[in-house]
């Protein structure tokens, strides 16, 4: 892929032609000059430099690997979001069950136990890393599983828990209250 641009002069003259301007915009338009016998212009020239060739990206899997796990494209966020909305739900569920407390009042009425949880389920997402493991890593492709604990089904069920709490907090908020107490 390559750029061009066509090389274009442009001259200025110390006289500018300013026909149907009125005389005082004319005067703060014109350019200052002195009286004097000699005419001067300026010359410039632009010129495009040499195309220069872009390069094809590496391949996608080198570029993934490559990128740093809390990035916006980086596995971390999706994975750590889907534990937190599978504990939270699950434990939120269980906790309206009990004591009828709504999943908002909970947010509201609990936020160290929330903040703590948050903690350490990052904690633990990044516990390979930190302990230096050979095997694998803290991503959860790392370890070819299949069956029902694999990373896919970890990501299906996070995507499914985020979407729960998201539906229970809807329609507390339409109820006006907890939906189960």
Do not use: W
């Not at 026909?19 to 014109?30: D, E, K, L």
């Amino acid at each position: 892929m390559s750029a061009t641009t066509n090389m274009k002069s442009i001259t200025l003259s110390a006289r500018t032609n300013l026909s149907g301007v009125s005389t005082s915009s004319r005067r703060a338009f014109a350019p200052k000059v002195h009286q004097t016998k000699s005419r001067s212009a300026v010359i410039v020239r632009a010129e495009a430099e040499k195309p220069v060739e872009v390069e094809t990206p590496a391949p996608a899997a080198a570029a993934v690997a490559a990128t740093p796990a809390m990035n916006f494209n980086g596995f971390a966020p999706e994975t750590i979001n889907g534990r937190l909305a599978q504990l939270g739900f699950v434990a939120g569920l269980g906790a309206e069950i009990t004591t009828g407390e709504s999943f908002t009042s909970q947010f509201q009425n609990h936020p160290v136990a929330f903040g703590v949880a948050c903690g350490l389920v990052t904690l633990a997402t990044f516990m390979p890393a930190m302990q230096g493991a050979n095997d694998y890593t803290s991503d959860p492709k790392s370890i070819s599983t299949s069956g029902p604990f694999s990373a896919d089904a970890e990501k299906l069920n996070g995507r499914a828990a985020m979407i729960g709490m998201v539906a229970m907090l809807a329609t507390e908020a339409i109820k006006g209250g907890a939906l189960l107490g």
